[in-house]
């Protein structure tokens, strides 16, 4: 008869050779200790000499991770897409487990997980605690966007559209993120966050008070669009087939876009 395998603890070592079901016990327990028993080091004491070397747990995990053999990283990343599907989203006590989470996806390049959290973006319940996972979420997708390609932009899409929360700030972020993961979908990408680049780059954004430093984040913005292989026609044309009809108020894109191409 084989010998039964013995289930984790989170003081047991991150070893190789374990298996998907066995990274994401170590996981969940690990984060539970951490976030809700309030155990510090104690909580991941299975990392060894990686805890404490980075400023956040999350950094600690993904560098253990990244030191196991490659076979081992990718039952580790599925183990993290695992645990993302299984915990509750809209529970606002769970949001400093699910961003610590989020950033060990980040950090070991989870690409399994862009679905799950594409998916869970829609269950969060508006609010502080929504919040903080919608920023985790971002990050997370947003540093995919060029491997991921597909996969990436979907899940970009979701959180962007899911929550009326999604912070203006990180619209131009979104932009540039959408845009490496489909060049393609210019036009709908710019549909999709035309009136938060409005209210953070506008005429009549806050921004307006000092307009030569707004023209310069416009320029930027443009800069690396056009960097990202979006074709001419689709940074004019497509913003004037789509146009909204307020054009006193986003004909700066154009304004940016006609500046950017007679210095080019």
Not at 8 to 14: K, V
Not at 79 to 101: C, G, H, Y
Not at 109 to 116: E, G, I, N
């Amino acid at each position: 008869m084989a010998k039964k395998r013995k289930l984790p603890e989170p003081s047991d070592e991150l070893r190789p050779g374990c298996g998907e079901s066995y990274y994401a016990r170590w996981l969940r327990l690990g984060l539970r200790e951490f976030h809700f028993e309030q155990k510090g080091a104690a909580a991941f004491r299975g990392l060894g000499q990686y805890y404490g070397r980075n400023p956040a747990i999350s950094y600690d995990i993904a560098e253990a991770v990244r030191s196991l053999p490659h076979r081992d990283q990718e039952d580790f990343r599925s183990a993290v897409a695992q645990v993302i599907r299984e915990i509750p989203f809209d529970d606002p006590e769970n949001a400093p487990l699910i961003s610590t989470l989020l950033a060990v996806a980040e950090g070991v390049q989870a690409r399994d997980a862009l679905f799950d959290i594409a998916t869970k973006a829609f269950t969060l319940v508006p609010g502080r605690a929504a919040n903080r996972i919608i920023s985790s979420a971002f990050f997370f997708a947003r540093d995919l966007a060029l491997t991921s390609g597909r996969r990436a932009e979907d899940c970009l899409k979701h959180i962007v559209s899911s929550q009326p929360a999604f912070p203006d700030s990180f619209a131009v972020q979104a932009l540039e993120a959408l845009t490496e993961a489909n060049p393609a979908h210019f036009r709908a990408h710019f549909e999709l966050l035309r009136d938060r680049l409005d209210r953070i780059l506008g005429n009549d954004s806050p921004g307006a008070r000092n307009i030569e430093s707004l023209r310069k984040r416009r320029a930027l913005l443009v800069r690396n669009i056009r960097k990202l292989g979006v074709p001419t026609d689709d940074l004019v044309i497509g913003y004037i087939v789509t146009g909204d009809p307020r054009p006193e108020s986003t004909n700066w894109w154009l304004e940016a876009v006609i500046s950017e191409l007679g210095d080019a």
